[in-house]
Structure formats: C-alpha cells, structure tokens
C-alpha cells in the first residue's frame, strides 16, 4: 500500500511534465481562394487599433462558411483573418505589409480549453512563426468568451 501511495504522489508531481500541450493551429495554405466572409478597417482612435489597427480580410473553409449559414462549426471549421497596414495616399486607402495572418481553428477534442477553437497568429508574411504559440488561452479566447453565444466567433458572413 506505502509503494502505491508513494507511486500516486511521484505521478501527481510529474503529471503536468507528461500533460499535451494542444497541438499547434496549422498555417491555412490557400486560404486566399476560400469564400471571402467581409472586410473591415480599424482606424486609430478604436479601442483595439493599437493590436489590430489595419484592414482585415476574412476568409471561411468551407466547412466554416456553414457554420456561419447555421451559427454553429463543425470540427474542422477554419476562420482566417488577414490583417494588413492601411496605407493612405492620394485620397485612397490601400493594403500595406502584412501585420498578422489570425487563425481559429475547430477542433472540440484538441482545443477543449479554448471552446473547442484552437488560435493562432502568423507574424506578417510568414508561415512558421508564431505569435500566438500557448498564450491562445489569454491572448485570444479570453476576448471570444464574449461571443459564447454565436460559437465564440465575433464576425457575421456579409451577403
């Protein structure tokens, strides 16, 4: 019984060493020919400009594009968002470089702590580095709380 006891403990303390971390929210290849959901701009003086100041693109999998049509995604579902610099010149507003390619990713099983969504940010033109990585937690989810309601998602498909 005092081995089993000591064993329990030894697991206990060494758990969270063998806890999986959730797998990475993978780099949304062709995202570019996937159903346009909307644009916008966020220009200085919004709240969020600071971090998301830019025109952002959205794009929608398809499996995404219906969960927008029903309110409710399916694993498997994939948002993107594009952020971009808004460049203005000669009384016109146009995409600079790249900030940010945003990503949410369903999967209800590898991403159970962050509403089933997995998220993720791709540092400007890059397909590897991240700036999200294990913060998604609170660098993402704890603002999509808010949007429990519509699947944790804040943005509507624009017909």
Known sequence: MRKMLVLAAALSMTSPLFAADPAPVPYPEGYRH?????????NQGHALY???GGIHHLYANKKAEQGYQSGKFADGSVIVFDLLEAKAADNTVQEGARKVLGVMHKDSRKYKGTGGWGFEG???????E?????????????????QKNSDYVFSTFRK
């Open 34 to 42: 996937w159903v346009h959901v909307k644009s916008m701009t966020i």
């Open 50 to 52: 600071d971090a998301f």
């Open 122 to 128: 791709f540092k400007g033109d890059s397909k590897t």
């Open 130 to 146: 991240r700036a999200v990585g294990k913060n998604a937690a609170t660098a993402c989810f704890q603002c999509h709380t808010a």
